[in-house]
């Protein structure tokens, strides 16, 4: 159905869908590619961990399950074309805003 930079996507049953997390990895808008064995599961669970919360404080979700290391089965949806990239750091209007320092990759309780 769909095969992206990280996973691809496959029609399952019911109108659901199965993500299927893989351990490639790339940069520079694709232009250097090359595979790290594990992200997949990593990413995998981190989603998977990510709706799960979503879901408990009553925020509805396409997420059904994990089924295995790297694959969820998820709801078919129509995607907002909204890219959203982590880099487990602070920076920028976040720093100014909320009064940390640029880097810093932990918070106490509150923020």
Do not use: W
């Given at each position: ?5 990280a ?10 869908v ?8 790339s ?34 979700t ?6 295995d ?18 880099r ?5 209007s ?14 106490t309780?509150?923020?």
């Open positions: 159905m769909y095969s992206g930079k996973k691809d996507v496959q029609i399952y049953e019911n109108n659901k199965k993500l299927i997390f893989r351990d490639s990895i940069a520079f808008d694709g232009e250097k590619k090359d595979f790290l064995q594990g992200k997949g599961e990593v990413n995998c669970r981190m989603s998977a961990k990510l709706f799960e919360i979503l879901n408990e404080y009553g925020i509805h396409h997420y059904h399950s994990m089924i290391n790297n694959t969820l089965i998820c709801d078919k949806v129509e995607i907002i074309p909204v890219e959203v990239i982590c487990n750091v602070t920076a920028g976040f720093c100014r805003r909320y009064g940390v320092a640029k880097r810093t990759r932990s918070f309780t509150g923020h």
